[in-house]
């Protein structure tokens, strides 16, 4: 009885052992390991910045979908990581932290200028660039962070500039005194940085610069007092709808006839937003762009071919950075490239796309933004702007694209 229980499990046995390497065999065979490298944004999503960046993070998003679409580069396709930092340093400081060991981790997006400022050390350590908005201190102090846009500075200077040519086309004589009022924190300080001392080399009077909290709901006590100071005309700053806020306080105090109010830091009004909900007291506020806005943004190729595909509604509705997305997805892709043709993807890391950025000097921006100017001298993204002016509730363009003055280098204190 023993024996025969023995005999048959000893059958079984065998039996399975025959069969198990047929089942193997008929197994699915493991798909190879995808290839990716990761983008993390630390980006403010529902803060006080939100209006712009929210909109520019959307198509950073679309832009990357789009080149995974596609295959991505050589194979590699991105892996887009998106942290809600609501405006706040140690917000950013503690996304950084968890995320820094991501696989191959090449490139952060830091759209806000203190976290960008704070983190830097820590990239720097860890060997990873970053990309930020338009902090000139980036580029007078060069590491690892390249400035998406005209530096403030510069578009601060080549705003003195304008000013002072619409002075004279008027007819005026002797300088114009000039106000400032922005948001109290290290953007709204940002242009001063060397915009200050381009405005005292062309002998403009500058008042002291006013500054308000972030989130302020009405502007009429800095307004007035610029106002009694005497300024002809009133540099402003902030994310829409905070510009177009300010132009609401200075119509119901009646100085848009005395002051002619210009937006220097790339934010506001955009009509979707404060044209719509204040179209009167905007109309007639001029802009200093770095990146094509209004109808010929809405009618350039690029952004209508993307924009179409991913959007699912009216590019009526598109604010005025979001073709910006388009462009760092641009720009990546093409370092991205360089990178993997100089050491392949096994090797590919932080440092290898840090030393590609600088060799995309004069990457094509298809007219949405000056061509590319990074460099090993230069972590400019563009030195041009535009000037544009809201007209019957349009951003109407009153200038071609003008080069700014290089005032990033005046300033000595950094």
């Known amino acids: 009885m023993i024996r025969s229980r023995f005999a048959k499990a000893l059958v079984v046995g065998v039996c399975a052992a025959l069969l198990l390497p047929a089942y193997i065999g008929c197994a699915k065979e493991a798909k190879p390991q995808e290839k990716y490298v990761t983008f993390l944004s630390l980006s403010d999503i529902t803060g006080p910045s939100a209006g712009l960046i929210s909109p520019l993070q959307e198509t950073v998003g679309w832009g990357f979908e789009d080149l995974n679409s596609r295959g991505g580069v050589d194979g590699v396709k991105v892996k887009s990581i ?3 930092t609501r405006y706040d340093v140690a917000r950013a400081a ?18 806000q200028t203190a976290a960008g400022k704070a983190l830097s050390p820590l990239m720097n350590y860890n060997k990873l660039s ?15 962070t390249f400035l998406l846009l005209t530096p403030y500075q ?10 002072l040519n619409d002075w004279q086309a008027k007819g005026k004589t002797g300088a114009p005194t000039i106000g400032y009022l922005c948001w109290d924190s290290p953007y709204g300080r940002e242009p001063l940085r060397g915009g200050k001392e381009y405005a005292e080399m062309k002998g403009v009077k500058m008042l ?7 989130g302020a709901a009405d502007h009429t006590v800095w307004l007035t007092r610029i106002n009694n100071a005497g300024a002809n005309y009133c540099i402003i700053g902030g994310v829409d709808p905070t510009p177009s806020l300010i132009m609401r306080d200075a119509n119901k105090l009646g100085l848009k ?6 937006d220097a830091l790339y934010c506001g009004p955009d009509e979707p937003v404060g044209i719509k909900l204040h179209p009167e007291a905007v109309e007639g506020t001029v802009l ?23 959007a699912n509604r009216p590019i009526t509705e598109m604010r005025a950075l979001s073709p910006g997305g388009f462009l760092i997805c641009k720009d990546f892709e093409k370092a991205l490239s360089i990178a993997l043709e100089d050491v392949g993807y096994e090797k590919l890391g932080a440092e290898d796309v840090y030393q590609a950025y600088q060799k995309i000097t004069g990457n094509s921006r298809e007219g949405i933004l000056g061509d590319c100017l990074y460099s090993p001298t230069s972590r400019r993204s563009s030195d041009a702007v ?29």
């Open 154 to 163: 510069d578009a601060f200077g080549a705003t003195i500039d304008w000013i």
């Open 208 to 214: 002291p610069p006013e500054f308000f909290p972030v």
């Open 130 to 144: 970053s990309l930020t908005p338009a902090d000139g201190e980036f580029q007078a102090i060069m590491g690892r």
């Open 257 to 262: 006839e005395k002051i002619q109010f210009v």
């Open 386 to 414: 535009k000037f544009y002016r809201v007209v019957n509730s349009k951003v109407v363009p009153i200038t071609d694209w003008i080069k700014a003055p290089d005032t990033v280098s005046l300033h000595t204190e950094w």
């Open 94 to 111: 503690s996304a950084y932290k968890r995320h820094q060991a991501e696989h191959k981790l090449v490139m952060a997006f830091v759209p």
């Open 288 to 310: 200093c762009s770095a990146i094509l806005r209004g109808d010929e943004a809405r009618k350039n190729p690029l952004i209508q071919s993307l924009w179409t595909k991913y």
């Open 82 to 84: 998106v942290i809600d």
